[in-house]
């Protein structure tokens, strides 16, 4: 097979070390106590010129109208009132921030300086990047992004005097301060019923535009992970229930919490692990390794040779779990040749789908993302378009009820289906049964690596509906014209081989567990009084559970 470099294009913030952020900071803050003043003017123009990108170049505006009920592009005269009443450079970040939030994605904000060193240090061929980000400076983002996001966070030590948790289509209460305990009577294990008089659900999803929500597919509802409301300082009015259907009715002020607050995060002992964390469960029968994030490829030399040790010696075992709970992305390429290729018996074959909208801003970045195929000794992508003439005729009457209708429109170009293969390096090829551990929090590149596994059959996917927006294409930038804040936004749909949108349906674990709220109260109960995990517990986890008793075929 024909060989050309590879390059590690994935864009990703979390590969940069800290310490090159902290000197940013520095000279960032020296750089805005002096930047001048925008006029109303000079915002409005920003303003106009980034509602324009977005309107007809984000791949998500029609689905959130469909899915989700919010029509973004009908409130473009609300977001310019706000922008002509924003009276500090500080009132316009938030502005811009809240209409990004707004489009409810991930991928859609403010940038943040470490994403745009990234980016500056991007390769040649990534022209219409590179573009974008020589237009500002890293002084300029890192500006603009504290203002943009200083609301979405918490002061120090400060918090609700309780912590609740999604679980089960609930929120659970997992944490209680003494104080709050004694007086109020309200305990771990309760349920958050209303909050402000609203049902509990109702008020989260008002909480639009105010932080990240995301999207569960089987209750077709908003939620957080963690119920932590957008810090406002005005106590919150909350009715709890307990199991024995008694309320319990307080009003909530946000206070000082000394001790650090750590949620039941899974899998157990996972605050204590590194980013690559291996060991066998069930007494040595069954292999286990957690990843936190897709590293940066070219950087994880050390991660690929602890990788390659460990699979060298369960190489024997029945059975292999890949937990990738908690994992929120970073860079495809390092699922595929430091976890897939190395443990593959031969070619792995997955299918994903990019579609793309037909703006003229996003065409230079999917010229250079598609206009050609990447084929190396170690992995292939393959792309083919599919004309939107033929998709009656080329797809199953299933795939096309799963295809968002807007991707029929002129709104979007024809779709392009990428065939991923990676080949087996046969270093350490495993025999046994692999399974792909998953949750609410798997996103981005770790939401192509569940992908992968579930629809190539190459690991049984164990857990919940990840966090979606799988897609194997570069964040897009733009870059404001006057003040050179840089906003960050997807660049494609991404589509499951079933041709539903990863933002809609996620992936869908091919064994859907989720966890118990009585473990998850008694999880944190036991990290409250100091217990330590040495290794994941599945005493506290019913995922975890789960996955041993397939694993070691206790299933009848």
């Given at each position: ?19 090159l ?30 509602f ?10 029609a ?11 009908a ?91 999604y ?23 309760q349920?958050i ?53 008694t ?47 897709m ?73 250079t ?11 292939t ?45 046969l ?30 059959g ?14 194997y ?22 589509l ?48 975890l ?12």
């Amino acid at each position: 097979m024909p060989s050309k470099q590879r390059t590690d294009r994935k864009l990703d913030s979390h590969v940069y070390l800290l310490a090159l952020f902290g000197m940013v900071i520095g000279v960032a803050l020296i750089f805005s106590s002096c930047a001048p003043e925008l006029t109303v003017e000079q915002r409005l123009a920003d303003f106009e010129y980034l509602f324009a990108v977005l309107r007809e170049n984000h791949p998500y505006l029609a689905l959130k109208a469909r899915v989700e009920n919010y029509d973004w592009l009908a409130h473009e005269k609300e977001f310019e009132n706000a922008v002509r009443k924003s009276g500090s450079e500080a009132a316009f970040a938030r502005c811009i921030q809240e209409m990004l939030l707004l489009i409810n994605n991930g991928h859609t904000s403010v940038m943040d300086p470490l994403t745009f060193r990234n980016v500056q240090s991007a390769p040649k061929e990534m022209s219409p990047w590179i573009y974008q980000a020589i237009k500002t400076d890293i002084e300029t983002v890192y500006h603009w992004y504290q203002l943009a996001t200083k609301e979405q966070r918490y002061p120090q030590n400060i918090s609700l005097p309780f912590r609740a948790r999604y679980v089960e289509g609930e929120y659970v209460v997992y944490w209680t301060s003494d104080e709050l305990t004694a007086r109020s009577k309200v305990f771990p294990g309760q349920i958050i019923r209303t909050v402000n008089a609203k049902p509990v659900h109702e008020y989260v999803e008002s909480l639009r535009g105010k932080t990240w929500l995301r999207y569960d597919p089987l209750r077709e509802r908003l939620f957080m992970l963690e119920f932590m409301p957008p810090y406002r300082g005005r106590p919150l009015h909350i009715v709890f229930e307990d199991e024995l259907k008694t309320f319990v009715d307080v009003i909530l002020s946000f206070t000082e919490v000394p001790q650090q607050i750590q949620p039941p995060v899974f899998p157990t002992g996972v605050w204590d692990m590194p980013n690559v964390y291996t060991t066998t469960l069930a007494d040595g029968q069954v292999g286990y390794v957690h990843i936190a994030q897709m590293t940066g490829y070219s950087l994880s030399g050390y991660e690929k040779e602890l990788l390659l040790s460990f699979f060298s010696e369960i190489k024997g075992l029945p059975a292999l779990i890949i937990d990738i709970r908690n994992n929120t992305g970073g860079s495809n390429l390092y699922w595929m040749l430091n976890i897939v290729r190395p443990l593959a018996t031969q070619p792995i074959t997955g299918i994903n789908i990019s579609a793309y909208r037909s703006g003229t801003y996003i065409m230079p970045f999917l010229f250079t993302e598609q206009s050609s195929d990447t084929i190396t000794d170690e992995y292939t992508i393959e792309r083919t378009v599919i004309p939107k003439s033929e998709l009656k005729s080329v797809l199953t009457p299933t795939q096309m009820k799963n295809l968002p209708p807007e991707i029929l429109t002129p709104d979007f170009v024809d779709p392009i289906m990428c065939r991923t293969t990676v080949y087996p390096s046969l270093e350490c090829p495993f025999n046994g049964k692999i399974f792909l551990l998953v949750d609410y929090e798997v996103f981005s590149a770790a939401d192509c690596f569940a992908q992968f596994c579930k629809y190539s059959g190459w690991a049984q996917v164990v857990g919940q509906h990840t966090a979606g927006d799988a897609s194997y294409s570069n964040i897009v930038l733009v870059t404001l014209p006057n003040s050179g804040m840089v906003v960050k936004f997807p660049p494609d749909m991404g589509l499951n081989p079933d041709f539903s949108a990863s933002e809609e349906m996620h992936t869908a674990p091919d064994v859907i567990v989720e966890q118990d709220p009585k473990m998850i109260v008694e999880y944190a109960q036991a990290i409250k009084n100091g217990e330590k995990f040495p290794e994941p517990d599945p005493k506290y986890d019913a995922v975890l559970a789960k996955c041993l008793e397939l694993a070691l075929g206790e299933e009848p």
